[in-house]
């Protein structure tokens, strides 16, 4: 019998967050008993666990229909599922520290942000697969593709309204996300200079949305950093997933030196 624990992410409260699968040890599971898990918990993302080596573990994530790079909220969650103490992810995109406190909160760092242009013909097919038009979207935050283990479009718009009234084209979105080797699109909504309210689609994952996105949160902190649109220094809230009944809240940290985002919020068991 494989144990396969539950866990919601980037919340104190069961009923939030983001739930996530956790299987502490997935040493003798195939590829394909893997991604047979994950379909059946049905959680956006299930992290196994295929190794550990003291405070190193290597570590694996599959929607219910993929495998996936990186995964922040199943980081964060298998991270509180090991306990208190610091630990090393291998990633399939590379080393992730993950520090866990006394209070049962993870701060992950992530591998190397990179940012880079997001074509006009791929803004334009995004934006009719999201059913908006180019005069929703924010001048003052350019669309553009980041990366922090996985890549996401990060795409900013003016009204806190258009956000919630998401209703995307979901065959559409779907295609160009996998010809492109998106995992989630990172729709933004600035509320204020550190606040900022998130939706993430993961139509490829088989999931419609995320209510919480680590990897997207860390991929949003090298976005604003490559762009001055914030400070050296900064601590953001990201609210996510209250559009969704799951209210979640992930707090990025940008330090001046560290290349990496730095990714933090609570985990809790669902019973």
């Known amino acids: 019998m494989t144990q396969i624990l539950r866990y919601a992410a ?22 394909a008993r893997m991604q047979q898990i994950a379909a059946e918990v049905g959680y956006s993302e299930t992290a196994f666990v295929t190794a550990a ?52 909160v993870a701060t992950l760092s992530s591998v190397r942000p ?19 038009d180019a005069g929703d979207l924010d001048p003052a935050l350019p669309p553009r593709v ?4 996985a890549y996401h479009p990060i795409l900013a718009v003016t009204s806190r309204r258009r956000l919630a009234e998401l209703d995307y084209d979901v065959p559409a979105l779907t295609a160009l996300m996998t010809a492109r080797g998106w995992t989630t699109v990172q729709l933004v909504f600035r509320d204020s200079a550190e606040t900022f309210d998130v939706r993430d689609p993961f139509p490829v994952g088989g999931v419609y ?29 990201l609210r996510q997933g209250d559009d969704m009944g799951r209210p979640s809240r992930v707090t990025v940290r940008l330090v001046p030196g560290n290349e990496a985002v730095l990714v933090s919020g609570p985990a809790v068991p669902i019973s």
């Open 114 to 132: 990179r940012v880079g242009d997001l074509g006009g013909e791929d803004l334009a097919a995004l934006l009719t697969a999201l059913r908006w």
């Open 146 to 149: 980041a990366y922090a283990g």
């Open 209 to 237: 949305e995320d209510p919480a996105t680590g990897a997207a949160a860390a991929a949003l902190g090298g976005y604003l950093r490559e762009l001055e649109l914030v400070p050296a220094s900064a601590e953001l809230l």
């Open 10 to 31: 980037f919340t104190l409260d069961p009923a939030g967050g983001n739930p996530a699968g956790v299987v502490l040890d997935a040493s003798t599971l195939s590829d």
């Open 53 to 104: 080596d003291g405070d190193r573990y290597r570590v694996r994530y599959f929607s219910p229909l993929v495998e996936v790079p990186f995964c922040g909220h199943a980081t964060v969650a298998t991270a509180v599922a090991l306990g208190p103490g610091e630990h090393v992810f291998t990633t399939n995109a590379g080393d992730v520290p993950v520090s866990v406190d006394g209070a049962g």
